[in-house]
T-cell receptor, first 115, second 111 residues
């Protein structure tokens, strides 16, 4: 079965650079979520999209922006990178229309290292 | 604001033991609760999902229970194996469907 795809898997950037993370949800899933997991921490919700519209927003810095495209893939854009942005970034997808319990399926993550 | 707590923070057991991981949450208005497994530096593998209307779910050697009114869930692992060694995360989904995670329980099963 197809899973959530994230690219790139690893990314190394310098401070103040920009980064773009991509997420391809499971086919026919209509909702995408982004989470950030810092070293030794639990995942924290950043932002979600349902049918290409932002549906919820968490602790996402103003330097970050995201969108969901017509093919349902999503991109997380991160500017003016800081050392503290080094983390694992997970994307998850769900089929909100199919069920009320909305199980989320996670991708393998993108490991971002800011030097 | 929803808060999720997991106890214990770490657990070390000999192979073959049955064990229980605990999860509690402060706001009982949840849609579902998911248990995940995470190996070091890796992604999140969903183990079990319990809908808010359910009391328990089973998958192989894993059994998860949910008491929504008291804000508690337990993950029971039977006959533990060294391959079960990982971090186990509990997460609840409420309004907006975002998941709120606990800090996890680091499990080590010794052979």
């Amino acid at each position: 079965a197809a899973g959530v795809i994230q690219s790139p898997r690893h990314l190394i950037k310098e401070k103040r650079e920009t980064a773009t993370l991509k997420c391809y949800p499971i086919p026919r899933h209509d909702t995408v979520y982004w989470y950030q997991q810092g070293p030794g921490q639990d995942p924290q919700f950043l932002i979600s999209f349902y049918e290409k519209m932002q549906s919820d927003k968490g602790s996402i810095p103003d330097r970050f922006s995201a969108q969901q495209f017509s093919d349902y893939h999503s991109e997380l854009n991160m500017s003016s990178l800081e050392l503290g942005d080094s983390a694992l970034y997970f994307c998850a997808s769900s089929d909100r229309q199919a069920s009320s319990y909305n199980e989320q399926f996670f991708g393998p993550g993108t490991r971002l290292t800011v030097l | 604001k929803q808060e999720v707590t997991q106890i214990p923070a770490a657990l070390s057991v000999p192979e073959g033991e049955n064990l229980v991981l605990n999860c509690s949450f402060t706001d009982s208005a949840i849609y579902n609760l998911q248990w995940f497994r995470q190996d070091p530096g890796k992604g999140l593998t969903s183990l079990l999902l319990i809908q808010s209307s359910q009391r328990e779910q089973t998958s192989g050697r894993l059994n998860a229970s949910l008491d929504k009114s008291s804000g508690r869930s337990t993950l029971y692992i039977a006959a533990s194996q060294p391959g079960d060694s990982a971090t186990y995360l509990c997460a609840v989904s409420g309004y907006g469907n975002k998941l709120v995670f606990g800090a996890g329980t680091i499990l080590r099963v010794k052979s």
